[in-house]
T-cell receptor, first 110, second 112 residues
Framework: GQSLEQPSEVTAVEGAIVQINCTYQ??????LSWYQQHDGGAPTFLSY????GLEETGRFSSFLSRSDSYGYLLLQELQMKDSASYFC???????????FGQGTELSVKP | DVKVTQSSRYLVKRTGEKVFLECVQD?????MFWYRQDPGLGLRLIYF???????EKGDIPEGYSVSREKKERFSLILESASTNQTSMYLC???????????FGPGTRLTVT
């Protein structure tokens, strides 16, 4: 089968750094995406990694190791507004279809 | 800005009713998707469409069908709603070669 594993919840304090891991087992692999979803809101795209290494976008970075079937989302200088659910998603086919993880609920405390 | 709209934010239907969920996108995207989201299960793909009148089953198509008569509109149909279809339904669209999916606000469907 195809599966993605990520922690169900993470708690951190304002100003800290937090890493959300994602391991995947899929029949194919074209890239790993991350989405953010605030409570009651729609998921919004954060990042996409097709190749190994680190991609940085402001306070957020995303890393991929294809040999380890592993990636992570790194959030720096945490703010209260970063409290949300974060989903990793694998593009396992050449088309647009994504397979999503179950999501990690991040709580940022003052 | 890409806009994906869904016909209702909240919907309550009775068991056995036929239910239509509508999704419209305004950016001429080729690909459109229907997901359901349940606590602890993430987003699961029900159906997707990569062109008008084209559709493909996702991971959990049972009990659902879809229609795409126009490029901007993708409808999800529950032929005979059941209580286990109570869920949040999310529509998304994507430009052909892009990797970014744009989501609508979701429809929270309750089947009683």
């Amino acid at each position: 089968g195809q599966s993605l594993e990520q922690p169900s919840e993470v708690t951190a304090v304002e100003g800290a750094i937090v890493q959300i891991n994602c391991t995947y087992q899929t029949s194919g692999f074209y890239g790993l995406s991350w989405y953010q979803q605030h409570d009651g809101g729609a998921p919004t795209f954060l990042s996409y990694n097709a190749l190994d290494g680190l991609e940085e976008t402001g306070r957020f970075s995303s890393f991929l190791s294809r040999s380890d079937s592993y990636g992570y989302l790194l959030l720096q200088e945490l703010q209260m507004k970063d409290s949300a659910s974060y989903f990793c998603a694998v593009k396992a086919h050449q088309g647009g279809k994504l397979i999503f993880g179950q999501g990690t609920e991040l709580s940022v405390k003052p | 800005d890409v806009k994906v709209t869904q016909s209702s934010r909240y919907l309550v239907k009775r068991t056995g009713e036929k239910v239509f969920l509508e999704c419209v996108q305004d950016m001429d995207h080729e690909n459109m998707f229907w997901y359901r989201q349940d606590p602890g299960l993430g987003l699961r793909l029900i159906y997707f469409s990569y062109d008008v009148k084209m559709k493909e089953k996702g991971d959990i198509p049972e009990g659902y069908s879809v229609s795409r008569e126009k490029k901007e509109r993708f409808s999800l149909i529950l032929e005979s709603a059941s209580t286990n279809q109570t869920s949040m339904y999310l529509c998304a669209s994507k430009e052909g070669a892009s990797y970014e999916q744009y989501f609508g606000p979701g429809t929270r469907l309750t089947v009683t």
